[in-house]
């Protein structure tokens, strides 16, 4: 919202200013060569002291912005860093209940009254500085149209024969109109000036550090290797579809800047559903991240972690978000308008499936997501997941909030989105449908038990684990892991 106005207020108060600037600049060139040919062609002398007077506005009312530049530019730099104060307003709103739960009403309302009373302070000064920047060339229009008046109607008096009343009415005109244009190209100019914090927003903004080209690279990267390997497997085996034999591969990955050096290789074939368990704070989410392409390896990193590159990834985030709007438009987000994966009574299937209550589907009005419990907001951000129906889901800890009987739907799910290669699909179709994979985090025995493959990851690396080892979740896990079957997931 704040990029929108901004870019609303530099179109209106500076490129059209601008425009309108060069075009008063224009007239005001006019109006000079009109004053100073129109004594020749009468027979007169070019009026040096009324064309002085035109310049004489150009160097004091520019001497002006130039003095006033520093004082201007800090109170509008002020009034609006003085502005987060709706945005601490703002914020104390939406955190109401936490700010009621630890009794700090009355020092969060001393805050932002504190805050407004700065603002408005602000406001003022700025609004200040800015009318006496418009006096300045007023004034100055006055005084110097003012003292020509008396310094050319006394040459007329006393020199008559070389300065005629009409020529110096028209001088007198013409000044007047040389003044006006002064007077309106400088207060364009502080118009423009006044642009100067949302043009600063901007620039900051677009200037913001971007992993663009890193992911750029990181894409070509997995297109060649996808395309080598698909060739690869294209020769080895004419009977197989080289896409779809393709395998999530990491050998000898670093996905944190903790890990050792590591040997290790593991291969996730597509059409599997994975669980990565592990000790608490061992990397599960930082490897999730990478899988599901939400974060990229750093340029010093050694080792492959390569993801076909035909595959539609979907990274789901800890924690449920939605976007306003209704909840069937959340739901569908992921799909293209007028697919057939966002019919609605697809949508309702996979709600039910999961659990959701039907009439949760159809709240309606703008406060429907706060009459959300956070257990069906996590199912509605996994069904929105399974709806947009992509090849390949990443979930951090879909069942963490979960009571047990919503894990087991929740599993069930994902299983049927990975055997069937998509849910609610037409399964006599499901030869013409890509594999689907899934790969989740899990701290929770009953969700790892349903697992396909576990992979186990902590300081010292990630390694494909064998079923048996999940009778020891819940264990300390102490010993060296090469030589130990006990393992935790806390």
């Known amino acids: ?4 106005r901004d870019a609303t207020e530099l179109v209106h108060a500076g490129y059209l200013k601008v425009l309108q600037l060069l075009d008063n600049f224009a007239r005001l060139i006019l109006v000079i060569l009109f004053q100073a040919s129109l004594s020749p062609v009468f027979g007169r002398n070019i009026p040096y002291v009324a064309m002085s007077a035109s310049f004489v506005f150009a160097f004091v009312l520019l001497t002006a912005v130039k003095l006033r530049e520093k004082m201007t530019s800090k109170v509008l730099k002020a009034c609006d860093e003085s502005q987060t104060a709706f945005d601490y307003v703002v914020s104390s709103v939406s955190c109401y209940p936490l700010i009621a739960d630890f009794r700090t009403r009355s020092q969060t309302v001393a805050q932002c009254e504190a805050r407004i009373k ?5 406001v003022i000064r700025s609004g200040q500085v800015l009318a006496n920047n418009r006096y300045v060339a007023k004034h100055l229009c006055i005084t110097i149209v003012s003292l020509y008046t008396i ?3 006394r040459l007329v008096i006393e020199t008559p024969e070389e300065h005629s009343l009409g020529a110096f009415l028209v001088n007198l005109g013409a000044l007047a109109a040389i003044g006006d244009y002064w007077t309106t190209i400088y207060e364009d100019l502080n118009d423009v000036q006044t642009t100067l914090p949302s043009l600063l927003r901007i620039v900051s903004f677009m200037n913001k550090p971007t992993d663009m080209s890193e992911r750029m690279h ?3 990267t997995r297109r060649s290797s996808t395309s080598d390997l698909r060739q690869k ?7 197989n579809i080289p896409l779809d034999t393709l395998q999530i591969t990491m050998d000898s990955f670093k996905f944190s800047p903790t890990l050792t050096e590591l040997n290790s290789k593991i291969n996730i074939s597509q059409g599997s559903l994975v669980c990565l368990i592990g000790p608490h704070s061992g990397g599960k989410s930082s490897l999730l991240g990478y899988l599901g392409n939400a974060a990229l390896p750093a340029a010093d990193c050694k080792g492959t972690l390569f993801i076909p590159s035909h595959l539609r990834c979907l990274h789901i985030s800890p924690g449920a978000m939605f976007y306003p709007g209704t909840l069937m438009e959340n739901l569908t987000f992921g799909v293209k308008p007028g697919d057939d ?3 609605q009574s697809r949508v309702v299937k996979i709600c039910s499936n999961l ?4 009439e949760i589907l159809f709240l309606d009005g703008e406060d429907w997501m706060s009459r959300l419990s956070s257990g069906e907001a996590q199912l509605l951000s996994i069904a929105r997941a399974l709806i947009a129906n992509p090849e390949m889901i990443c979930i951090h800890q879909p069942t963490a909030i979960l009571n047990d009987a919503s894990t087991v739907r929740v599993m069930k799910a994902l299983k049927q989105y990975v055997g069937q290669r998509g849910i609610c699909q037409d399964p006599s179709a499901i030869g013409l449908r890509r594999p689907r994979t899934c790969i989740f985090t899990s701290a929770r025995v009953e969700a790892a038990e349903h697992a396909d493959v576990l992979i186990y990851v902590d300081n010292q690396g990630a390694r494909e684990v064998a079923r048996h080892h999940l009778e020891n979740i819940g264990q300390t896990w102490t010993n060296n892991p090469a030589s130990s079957d006990k393992y935790s997931c806390l």
């Open 1 to 4: 919202m704040a990029i929108t």
């Open 118 to 122: 700065h603002f408005n302070g602000d």
């Open 151 to 153: 310094y050319g109607s």
């Open 218 to 220: 990181f894409n070509r």
């Open 233 to 239: 497997s294209l020769r080895q085996d004419l009977h």
């Open 341 to 343: 994966d966002g019919r």
């Open 355 to 358: 659990g959701l209550r039907r």
